[in-house]
């Protein structure tokens, strides 16, 4: 995928062309996918973990979006929480993501592969409440 390259979702071009950055499909399939109960988190790659310590919010981070010919593909990475059911979750954040998309953005989206990279223990100071 290039860098410039953009979707776009004109219908009617009389008034001119509509077009999405694959970013703005990242960062909106980034919020639907924290929105679902049982996500932890989304593991993002070491250049999204710098920008996040330096105090920039990455909503995209997790989020690989590729543009073919067949259409619109997003590849989800995820950590779990613990107790979660991972097939269910996973439909969650498919049904989520694909919803979202097609109410901002009239999208129909192709393929949408959840990747569950982890799971998200609880955290010592919470286990230690519970005692």
Same mark, same amino acid.
């Given at each position: 995928?290039?860098?410039?390259?953009? !979707?776009? &979702?004109?219908?009617?071009?009389?008034?001119?062309?509509?077009? $999405?950055?694959?970013?703005?499909?990242?960062?909106?399939?980034?919020?639907?996918?924290?929105?679902?109960?049982? &996500?932890?988190?989304? =593991?993002?790659?070491?250049?999204?973990?710098?920008?996040? =310590? !330096?105090? *920039? #919010?990455?909503?995209? #981070?997790?989020? *690989?979006?590729?543009?073919?010919?067949?259409?619109?593909?997003?590849?989800?990475? &995820?950590?779990? @929480?613990?107790?979660?059911? $991972?097939?269910?979750?996973?439909? *969650?954040?498919?049904? +989520?993501? =694909?919803?979202?998309?097609?109410?901002?953005?009239?999208?129909?989206? @192709?393929?949408? +592969?959840?990747?569950?990279?982890?799971?998200?223990? %609880?955290?010592?100071? %919470?286990?230690? %409440?519970?005692?």
């Amino acid at each position: 995928m290039s860098e410039n390259s953009m !979707l776009n &979702v004109s219908e009617d071009s009389s008034l001119g062309n509509v077009e $999405i950055a694959p970013e703005v499909i990242e960062v909106i399939a980034g919020i639907a996918t924290t929105e679902v109960a049982g &996500v932890s988190y989304t =593991r993002g790659n070491f250049a999204s973990g710098v920008a996040e =310590r !330096l105090g *920039k #919010k990455s909503h995209g #981070k997790g989020i *690989k979006v590729e543009l073919t010919n067949a259409g619109v593909l997003i590849d989800v990475y &995820v950590v779990m @929480d613990y107790g979660s059911t $991972i097939p269910s979750v996973a439909q *969650k954040i498919q049904t +989520n993501i =694909r919803q979202a998309l097609k109410n901002m953005t009239a999208l129909e989206i @192709d393929e949408i +592969n959840v990747h569950v990279v982890g799971v998200q223990m %609880e955290h010592k100071e %919470e286990l230690e %409440e519970h005692e």
